[in-house]
Each structure stands twice: as structure tokens, then as C-alpha cells.
């Protein structure tokens, strides 16, 4: 079911990077849909400060952002999809002209593409190539209702809401979110719930099972084991009652019944290593739960990130799992970057330079495509072998990682 969105935004112009980062992050954990975070100056080196700022942000949160920046030309908005970004917004009143939204919409899409318009711009009245806009400077009543039902698009209101009323604003046909800056260090998920009390259809973390139908122990307790949400590391094992899950879901962050202490305890609430939740799942017999966080900092009392660091006993095996084999390989790539050894190849490449490196991969691709050719695929494994260990020597060379790989083809899904 479509639900409307709540959208913080945050003006990127004058602001200190570590503020913008700062303020991106309480928002993911505070429950936000997406980000808008913009920056329309048209000065080049403000421009290009901004767009590492955005893909720090992009490197820090697991919601999708919006970025707006002034396009000048296309490159302008390719640049900005590269850090991340999952829709651009291009600002109508400094848009030098309209056949660079169609050129951008008909490279990225037209649901990839909004436009930002001022409320006093008949905007019902002109074609704009894109699915959505995102409409500020309102005032809710008839007359914005009645442009919004004309305009036949969706449409993303921006407001500070020192006017209008988030309820009003959301109520309204065609409008799918509000973006504000209104809830800075605020619970946004009480205000989701809210929402939904007052019967719009928002985005809440609610639990499709109550607690009662658990299977707990004569305490009425059920474990809870604890997983890295990005990589599937169990962190931990801790126990939960009705009240502790209820409070979990009410504010997003993992909360306990400490079994020692007869109490509940947030995680994180004293160290501040918080676990932001991000999926929780009951097994086939409904007794155990599973939840996997975002992890702030360490799970374990000890300073280990994960409380399982104790190896009992071990077979030898091999790890074939791509994810953790990739990721190996490029960390050590990356020590070998920071800390050179005498007689690395590695280090030759590094040494010799980006331009080393681009033939390397350029060699390694074409014997890709000869191995390819042959009818047994053995010797086309270990091209393709090759070519993925230059390829991330040359990730590591231009500050790449595969977080920044991954999330892009996410973004691609």
C-alpha cells in the first residue's frame, strides 16, 4: 500500500559539513522516509564541496536521499546522481533552460527527475516532463487543491510548517510526502504514529504479530539474537519482554529486559552505542526473535564489536561467500596502499600510478573477452579473477569502496 512520506530536508548553503552529516544521521535513525538535502549556489567551487558532502551523507545513511544543486548543464546532474542520490531535483527558477530536464529525464527517468517550483508559479499550468514536484511556499487550502488536482502529477510539498499543518498538508489528493525541517531532534516515528491515529496511511515500524502470540518462558521472556543488518554478523543474544519489544518498536532503538537487573535497558542509553533496528523476525516456533540493527560503536560490554569473539574450536574450510571474499581482498589491497611491503605487486601498481593501473585494466578486460571465446570456461574464471583484483586496485586508488559499488547498483534495482 502507498503511504505518504515525511521528508526532512536540510539546506546544505552556509552549513558546516559536520553539521549536514550530523543532522542526516539523527534523522535515518529517527525514523525518516527519505532526505532532501540542497545547495543551489551556482559558484563552482561551493558546488563541488557540496557533492563530497553528498556522498559522505550517501556513505553514512541507509535511506534515500533527494540532492538539489544548480544544473547548468547535464553533467551538472549526472555528477549528483554519482554520489549517491536516488532523485535529483533541478530548481525551475535558475533552470538555464527546459531542454536540460527532458535531456536529464530522458537519460534517468522521469520518476528520477522532480522539480522544485514556488507555489506562486501557475505550475498546473505547464507541462514539466517529470512524475513528481516538489512545490514550497504554500498556503493549504482550495486554491492549492485545486492547482495540485489540475496539475495531474504527484506532488512533494516543502514547508517549514510554521503555517500549515503536517495533517492538512498530507491530507491533501496527489500530495505523497511533506519535506520540512520542522522535526529537527524529534521523534519522528511518534509523529508517524500520529499521522496514522488521525487515519493517514504513513509509514510506522509496527509489529504484524502482537507480543502475546510469542512463546515466551514462564517470565514471560523470549531471546532476541542480534545481527549486523549489512553484513549478518550475530552480535549478540539479550531477552525481551512485552513492554521492552513494545518500546523497540515505539522508538526504532533495541531496548532489553535486563533478567539480573528485573528492568528494561535500551542499548546504547549509558555508552552510547546504540542499535538503530531495521528488520525483526520470530522463528517457526515463535519463540526466538531475530533483529537485525544498525550497530553504533560496539555490541559487547568488552569494546568488541560483536560479543562472540571467543573461537572454541574450528574446522578448516573455505570462505567462498563473494561478499566477504571481495571485501577481504580490497581491505588488503587497502593495507597495502597505507602500509607498503617491499616486493608487493600491489604496491608497483600503486607506484606506478593511475595510468599503470587503467592499462593493467584494460589488458586484463581484453583477455576477458578472448577467454570468452573459447568453449571451456576455466581459463575465463581466471580472467575475470584478474581483471577484479586491478579493478579494485584501481577502486582503491581513486577512493572507491564496494559499499559505494553496491549502493549504486541499489540504487539501479
Known amino acids: 500500500m502507498a503511504y505518504k512520506k515525511i521528508i526532512p530536508f536540510i539546506n546544505g548553503e552556509n552549513e558546516l559539513t559536520s553539521n549536514i552529516i550530523r543532522m542526516a544521521e539523527e534523522y535515518c535513525f529517527a525514523g525518516a522516509d527519505e532526505l532532501f538535502l540542497y545547495n543551489y549556489s551556482k559558484i563552482e567551487s561551493e558546488r563541488e564541496e557540496f557533492l563530497s558532502v553528498l556522498k559522505e551523507v550517501g556513505r553514512r545513511i541507509d535511506i534515500p536521499f533527494l540532492a538539489g544543486m544548480y544544473a547548468g548543464r ?120 500520529q499521522m496514522k491515529e488521525a487515519g493517514i496511511e504513513v509509514n510506522t515500524f509496527e509489529s504484524a504479530i502482537p507480543f502475546s502470540d510469542f512463546k515466551t518462558d514462564r517470565d514471560g521472556l523470549v531471546p532476541c539474537v542480534v545481527q549486523d543488518y549489512r553484513t549478518g554478523q550475530v552480535l549478540m543474544l539479550a531477552y525481551m519482554n512485552e ?117 593493467k585494466c584494460g589488458e586484463e578486460a581484453s583477455e576477458i573477452i578472448i577467454a570468452a571465446k573459447n568453449p571451456e570456461a576455466e581459463e575465463l574464471k581466471y580472467e575475470i579473477a584478474d581483471f577484479l583484483y586491478h579493478m579494485m586496485v584501481l577502486m582503491a586508488e581513486c577512493g572507491l569502496t564496494w559499499e559505494d559499488i553496491t549502493r549504486e547498483l541499489a540504487n539501479r534495482r
Open 74 to 193: 547535464f553533467e551538472d546532474v549526472k555528477k549528483t546522481f554519482y554520489t549517491g542520490a536516488d532523485r535529483v531535483v533541478i530548481k525551475y527558477e535558475i533552470c538555464p533552460s527546459e531542454a536540460l530536464i527532458k535531456e536529464a529525464v530522458g537519460r534517468f527517468g522521469s520518476d528520477k527527475i522532480l522539480i522544485e517550483v514556488d507555489d506562486e508559479v501557475p505550475f498546473e499550468r505547464i507541462a514539466f516532463p517529470v512524475d513528481t514536484l516538489l512545490v514550497k511556499h504554500v498556503d493549504a487550502g482550495v486554491p492549492l487543491e485545486m492547482k495540485i488536482q489540475a496539475c495531474r502529477k504527484q506532488i512533494l510539498i516543502r514547508d517549514s510548517l510554521l503555517r500549515n499543518d503536517l495533517e492538512d498538508l498530507l491530507r491533501l489528493q496527489g500530495v505523497v510526502g511533506v519535506s520540512t525541517n520542522y522535526f529537527e531532534k524529534r521523534d519522528l516515528l511518534k509523529i508517524k504514529r
Open 243 to 359: 513492554d521492552s519489544y513494545r518500546a523497540t518498536c515505539d522508538t526504532g532503538r533495541m531496548t532489553y529486559y535486563s533478567r539480573s537487573r528485573h528492568e528494561l535497558w535500551c542499548k546504547g542509553e549509558t555508552s552510547g552505542h546504540f542499535q538503530y533496528v531495521k528488520e525483526l523476525s520470530l522463528d517457526c516456533d515463535g519463540d526466538t526473535l531475530l533483529a537485525k540493527v544498525h550497530q553504533i560503536g560496539a555490541a559487547c560490554h568488552t569494546g568488541s564489536y560483536s560479543c562472540f569473539f571467543r573461537e572454541l574450536a574450528k574446522m578448516d574450510y573455505n570462505d567462498t561467500n563473494p561478499l566477504t571474499i571481495l571485501e577481504e581482498d580490497f581491505q588488503t589491497i587497502m593495507e597495502r596502499k597505507a602500509h607498503p611491503k617491499e616486493g608487493s605487486y600491489t604496491n608497483y601498481l600503486f607506484t606506478k600510478g593511475i595510468d599503470k593501473i587503467l592499462k
